[in-house]
Structures are given as C-alpha cells and as structure tokens.
C-alpha cells in the first residue's frame, strides 16, 4: 500500500477506535455491504410501485425486511427473492 495510504488507515485505527488496520478495513467492507443492500432494496421497493403491485406497508413487513437483510449479510450470500 502507498506511504501515504498507510498513514492514513493508520490515523484511523489510531482515531477511530479500531485495534488493527484489518478491524479497520472489516469496517468498511461492512458499511459498503449495507450500503450495498440499502440499495438493492431501493431498487426492489421502486421496481414496485412501478408494478402497481401494492400490499400495505406497516413497520411489521419492514422489520421482516430489515431481518432478511441481516440474514444475508450474516451469511455472505444473496437469497432469492421471497413475497414479504
């Protein structure tokens, strides 16, 4: 890694809380996985109402979303798509 990107993730595990640069580098590869999924349920919650296939939202069927991502993140791996 460049000199200068070693400081850097240096001065973050030093700041930041972190123990190692690996804890460091986890850190960020799990926010893009959230990033990530945030953004695929996005693209299915709009890929819906551009279907006009509506069922009522209640914070009871975004939980069960919100633990299927969990689930496939804890995992490592994408699931197929199941009616919530």
């Given at each position: 890694?460049?000199?200068?990107?070693?400081?850097?993730?240096?001065?973050?595990?030093?700041?930041?809380?972190f123990?190692?640069?690996?804890?460091?580098?986890?850190?960020?590869?799990?926010?893009d996985?959230?990033r990530?999924?945030?953004?695929?349920?996005?693209?299915?919650?709009?890929?819906a109402l551009?279907?006009?296939?509506?069922?009522?939202?209640?914070?009871?069927?975004?939980?069960?979303?919100r633990?299927?991502?969990?689930?496939?993140?804890?995992?490592?791996?994408?699931?197929?798509?199941?009616?919530?």
């Amino acid at each position: 890694m460049p000199a200068d990107l070693d400081r850097f993730v240096e001065k973050q595990v030093k700041h930041g809380g972190f123990s190692t640069a690996s804890e460091y580098v986890r850190h960020l590869v799990r926010g893009d996985q959230e990033r990530e999924a945030a953004l695929r349920l996005e693209a299915k919650l709009l890929e819906a109402l551009d279907s006009s296939d509506f069922s009522e939202v209640t914070p009871a069927m975004f939980e069960r979303l919100r633990e299927r991502v969990r689930r496939v993140q804890r995992s490592g791996k994408a699931t197929k798509p199941r009616s919530a």
